[in-house]
């Protein structure tokens, strides 16, 4: 199989074709695509005098088209995550634009023409396992029946699949593409959301396929919390992977990083070496909050999500102190703050810092319905 490690800026070069750019880094802009200008993402954006949840969808909108305008690719810290959570929001936002669903499908004819080595490489098989988990959650969310495509994704996903039962993945760009456990969790999410796609499995090859993915996240022992939170969140949706003590267990971890002001801060779940190949660690250990970081929009949306989907009832006091946080801390521009694990330039993790928390808003029916426009 191919090596999973790949240097960042080589992966850069190989899969974009040029270098990053280190006059774009300063760009006033976090997305730009034609008309759209989405300003960058700080820690001093000021507080929004009062909570839309119209202002965080329109964020999402237009940071996820600038991003499919000007990269045309599947970036799991923004179209990634856009694909699996935006069909979840429909009873929010409306029903999402078709022409999401074809992106995604689009994408998958782009990944299938690869030559296999190029397939396999770095981040690669990352963007077909979202890609199909993005048509399981519109099967789930919209359709409400399991698709011939998203069948097909899920074939050319096992297609792929590594002998011990997960994908490649780079060890570069903390939480999405620094290890393989991660990705196995957003397969297993997926495979467990579309609608009667385990239960009615009858093909030889996708059985094992989900036997090696199950077996995989039985054995291997997560990276750090914020893998276990992620094995939760796949426990939940898939309810035999894991015993009802070792759920409890994961549940009161998740719960123990809750903070005094009622939120949770994406860097507790993680010591700086811990993430990735820890190539991270000098840049987090330098941070000025490195002793007591704050509570973020990431990591608060992602626990009140996981915590809910785990049993927790939305009027229990834990997740209302966290349902407080998030309806307090939205910035003006709709998004919610979550400095990045990785450069202080583009802070793409304020995209699911954005989605997470909303969704969570939803699940705790703290949320009004946005007119479709």
């Known amino acids: 199989?191919?090596?999973?490690?790949?240097?960042?800026?080589?992966?850069?070069?190989?899969?974009?074709?040029?270098?990053?750019?280190?006059?774009?880094?300063?760009?006033?802009?976090?997305?730009k695509f034609q008309d759209i200008l989405v300003p960058a993402a700080s820690s001093d954006e000021p507080v929004a005098a009062k909570f839309s949840a119209a202002n965080a969808g329109r964020y999402l909108k237009q940071s996820a088209n600038a991003w499919i305008g000007s990269r045309k690719c599947i970036a799991c810290h923004t179209t990634g995550v856009h694909l699996v959570t935006r069909p979840a929001l429909s009873p929010t936002l409306g029903a999402p634009p078709e022409d999401l669903r074809k992106f995604a499908l689009q994408r998958l004819e782009v990944l299938k023409a690869m030559p296999r080595e190029k397939l396999l490489r770095g981040v690669t098989p990352v963007k077909v396992v979202y890609a199909a988990a993005g048509l399981a959650e519109w099967d789930a969310q919209v359709s409400g029946e399991l698709s011939p495509e998203t069948e097909d994704a899920f074939s050319f996903m096992f297609d792929i699949q590594m002998e011990n039962g997960t994908w490649g993945n780079t060890e570069c760009w903390p939480p999405y593409e620094s290890d393989t456990y991660h990705v196995a969790n957003v397969a297993a999410l997926a495979l467990a959301t579309a609608p009667g796609y385990l239960k009615n499995l009858t093909d030889d090859k996708a059985k094992a396929g989900v036997a090696r993915l199950q077996e995989f996240l039985r054995r291997e022992s997560p990276p750090h919390d914020y893998g276990r939170t992620l094995?939760?969140?796949t426990a939940a949706r898939m309810p035999d992977l894991l015993d009802e003590s070792r759920k409890a267990e994961l549940v009161k971890m998740l719960l123990s990083h809750q903070r005094d002001d009622g939120g949770w801060s994406i860097r507790t779940f993680a010591a700086p070496e811990k993430w990735?190949?820890?190539?991270?660690?000098?840049?987090?250990?330098?941070?000025?909050?490195?002793?007591?970081p704050p509570s973020d929009g990431h990591q608060t949306g992602l626990a009140i999500i996981v915590l809910r989907e785990a049993g927790l009832p939305a009027n229990d006091a834990r997740i209302q102190k966290g349902v407080k946080w998030l309806l307090a801390n939205q910035r003006e521009s709709g998004r919610w703050w979550t400095r990045s694990l990785n450069t202080d330039k583009w802070h793409f993790i304020t995209f699911s810092g954005t989605a997470y928390p909303l969704l969570a808003l939803q699940m705790c029916d703290s949320l009004p319905k946005v007119a479709a426009k």
Not at 276 to 292: H, I, M, Q, T, V
Request: proline share 8%.
């Open 231 to 233: 094995l939760l969140w």
């Open 1 to 31: 199989m191919t090596p999973i490690r790949i240097s960042c800026v080589l992966f850069c070069v190989l899969t974009i074709g040029v270098l990053p750019d280190p006059a774009a880094a300063q760009s006033e802009h976090q997305y």
């Open 276 to 292: 990735g190949s820890g190539n991270r660690a000098e840049k987090l250990r330098g941070e000025p909050e490195f002793a007591d």
